[in-house]
């Protein structure tokens, strides 16, 4: 059973930006995608990267491999939302696809007008402040939100 969803973006988020991701921060991010999963939260990716065959080809090899199995919504070429809109709809349409509340899901993102967006319409965010992947504050964060729910 599915307690919450754990929404990842990619880029920022889940890479480290123009630099490589050192070991340490692929690490991290995997303890983030495991804790998540340990905790009965359901695992996606939620970006802003429009259709195309490998989203996820971006993302370091030890991150992506626990990721061959999640859903991935991207953003329409076509959409004519704004990028933290189009993001929150998908939070939205996960929380109901999944049965939960939309206060048990969290977006981990990069963006904080994406963040803020998402936090003011009901649904729980983590702003990614360095732009170079989750990092351990970022994970102490999640840790204490998935507490919470």
């Known amino acids: 059973m599915v307690k919450g969803i754990c929404a990842f ?3 920022q988020t889940l890479t480290c930006g123009k630099s490589a991701c050192s070991l340490q921060q692929q690490y991290e991010m995997r303890d983030a995608i495991n804790y998540c999963r340990k905790n009965d939260m359901k695992v996606v990716i939620n970006t802003a990267r429009p259709p195309q065959q490998d989203p996820k080809h971006s993302i370091p090899r030890l991150v992506n491999e626990l990721l061959s199995d999640v859903e991935v919504r991207t953003r329409s070429r076509t959409s004519e939302n704004t990028v ?3 993001k ?4 939205v ?3 109901k696809k999944y049965n939960v509340p939309l206060k048990n899901t969290i977006l981990i993102d990069d963006l904080l007008e994406t963040c803020n967006h998402v936090t003011q319409l009901g649904g729980n965010s983590i702003h990614v402040k360095d732009e170079k992947g989750v990092t351990r ?7 204490n939100m998935i507490k919470k729910i």
């Open 93 to 95: 349409d996960l929380a």
């Open 137 to 143: 504050s970022e994970y102490t964060e999640l840790e």
């Open 9 to 11: 973006d990619i880029d």
């Open 84 to 86: 933290p809109q189009d």
């Open 88 to 91: 929150y709809l998908h939070m």
